[in-house]
């Protein structure tokens, strides 16, 4: 993209701003996993450089849930604009006694719209210490719950919460979209 896309801007507002703004209405602490910490000085959250720099996504899970003070943590990816507090809530009614618990829609899991327990810590550093850095790769090692597109879809029927900006030509259809709605 050019840019962090954390800052690219959807009607004006920038994607971490609409997540972060989203975040302090569900949760008592929020936490920025980034080595560009002085992008986000500006957010109230706790801020952290990865632990194991260069891991990308499951890096930087791992570093979130270190730090996290609590048990249960929701982790998203920063170029997700669309996100329901409706559907996250849902998810955090799931938790039980699992280690994950991630939606699978139609394009399947969604790794970065999870939640994830402290006891998924020692499985994530195993498989960045063999060199993996798929999330999904841990998840034979930990109590996993798949919450199917069907049992939450009247909360987002559009899916819009797993929209997340790739490319160029993604953020001019997202924004065309934006200004029709």
């Not at 329901?84 to 970065?112: A, C, F």
């Not at 797993?162 to 001019?172: A, G, K, R, S």
Request: proline residues 4%; negative net charge; hydrophobic residues 40%.
């Amino acid at each position: 993209m050019g840019k962090n896309k954390a800052f690219i801007e959807i009607g004006g507002i920038p994607i971490i701003q609409r997540i972060h703004s989203l975040f302090e209405r569900l949760f008592e602490e929020i936490i920025i996993v980034t080595n560009e910490r002085d992008l986000f000085a500006n957010l109230d959250a706790k801020i952290f450089n990865d632990l194991i720099p260069n891991r990308g996504a499951l890096g930087g899970l791992y570093t979130g849930l270190f730090y996290s003070s609590f048990r249960y943590s929701f982790c998203v990816a920063c170029d997700m604009p669309f996100l329901r507090g409706s559907l996250i809530e849902y998810l955090l009614t799931k938790t039980d006694d699992w280690d994950v618990i991630v939606p699978r829609t139609r394009d399947g899991l969604q790794p970065l719209h999870a939640i994830y327990s402290k006891n998924c810590l020692a499985p994530v550093k195993m498989l960045i210490d063999q060199g993996k850095y798929k999330i999904i790769e841990f998840y034979d090692l930990v109590c996993l719950k798949i919450i199917d597109e069907i049992e939450f879809q009247s909360l987002d029927p559009n899916r819009e919460s797993f929209v997340n900006v790739n490319t160029p030509d993604e953020l001019v259809l997202l924004e065309k979209e934006h200004a029709s709605s």
